[in-house]
């Protein structure tokens, strides 16, 4: 799937298939590639090369920032593992939200607890999270610098998702069930045919009502998949929403992240924490219900209308269907999510 700098995209992402800790190629060890360029450097360039702005403008890279595009799971832990050996403050990920994904991901037990700060350059189709941070769609190498220098950083925690007994988690910003895992089928056929960004978004929402409004009763996207769902001893509960309860569920959506794309307010108003949407299948009133949900509203009977907003710090869900995390899909299963450590971001 594009957005993933793995070779071997039909497999689900390493936290999920077993793999262990690194081996012993995967240490830390110095760069053997412009080491004279990279002696006191700071600041690294992780890039994707499979990213959409990537493939059609090279960067414009200042003297002395190293640049690496690892093209599997083994060289991307080995390239972070180099970065901390030599010191490196600042990784600048020049790529999409799935290449985010997978960097914090294979970081996560690399750096420990002594992270960089993470530049996050929009390359991508969509870059949700950039959106997020602040970060402006023209930024370069050297105005990312320049903030990181001047300290404007937000933090941000990321979701950690594993699947239950396994232990090993995957951090992402924007998981998606249901309703969502077809709508990003979508997202990708407005790819190919150029829409990026928000324009991308809205052409997948207004294909995602397309469908469900005319597949009639019967359509599979009106049917939803099965979830069972348990929040967690913090969660704040709408009234009328259960702390544990299983059925067909249209969408499930949860994030960390504040601001949407095209401004939309899906989980309501501007707040930190996880948070998550639920509406039930088959969805209820759905036009009236969809764009008050978009707005973000409230109102009373919204759990009597199958629809549920919930903050938490960790939940379990059980889902058929599999799942979207940044844009690429995962299996279904049994999985546990919690609001992850923050991370440190450059914004303008």
């Known amino acids: 799937m594009d957005g993933t700098i793995y070779d071997d995209c039909t497999r689900p992402l390493f936290a999920f298939d077993g793999v262990g800790g690194p081996a012993r190629s995967e240490q830390a ?67 999409g939200d799935g290449t985010v994904r997978d960097v914090l991901t294979c970081g996560t037990d690399v750096w420990g607890d002594s992270p960089p700060v993470i530049g996050v350059l929009p390359c991508g ?53 249901g309703v969502f895992v077809d709508a990003t089928d979508l997202a990708q056929t407005t790819h190919r045919f150029g829409a990026v960004n928000n324009l991308a978004v809205a052409l997948s929402i207004f294909g995602a009502v397309a469908s469900t409004i005319m ?4 359509s599979e996207w009106r049917q939803g998949k099965a979830m069972a769902i348990r929040y967690g ?23 960390t992240m504040e601001r949407l794309p095209l401004g939309l307010k899906i989980f309501g108003e501007r707040r930190p924490g996880m948070k998550t949407l639920v509406v039930d299948a088959p969805p209820r009133r759905f036009m009236r219900i969809f764009t008050r949900v978009l707005r973000g509203m409230t109102w009373k009977t919204m759990a009597d209308d199958g629809v549920h907003r919930v903050d938490t710090g960790e939940m379990r869900i059980d889902l058929e269907g599999g799942f979207i995390l940044d844009g690429e899909r995962f299996p279904a299963g049994d999985y546990l999510l919690r609001k992850g450590t923050p991370v440190t971001f450059v914004t303008s």
């Open 125 to 177: 189709k969509t870059n949700a999270l950039a959106i997020d941070l602040g970060v402006p769609d023209d930024w370069d190498i050297s105005q990312m610098i320049a903030a990181w220098k001047a300290r404007s950083f937000v933090e941000r925690p990321p979701i950690e998702i594993e699947r239950v007994n396994e232990g090993r988690p995957v951090l992402g910003y924007l998981f998606g069930a």
């Open 29 to 95: 060890e110095p760069s053997r590639r412009g080491s004279s360029a990279r002696e006191g450097s700071r600041v690294a360039v992780i890039s994707n090369p499979r990213s959409y702005r990537n493939k059609r403008r090279p960067l414009t890279v200042p003297g002395g920032v190293l640049v690496e595009s690892p093209r599997t799971r083994h060289e991307l832990r080995r390239t972070l593992a180099a970065f901390k050996h030599d010191g490196v403050e600042l990784v600048i990920v020049a790529g």
């Open 233 to 255: 001893e913090d969660a704040k509960l709408l009234d009328g929403t259960k702390a544990n309860s299983e059925g067909q569920r249209f969408i499930m959506l949860a994030s």
């Open 215 to 218: 597949g009639g009763n019967n």
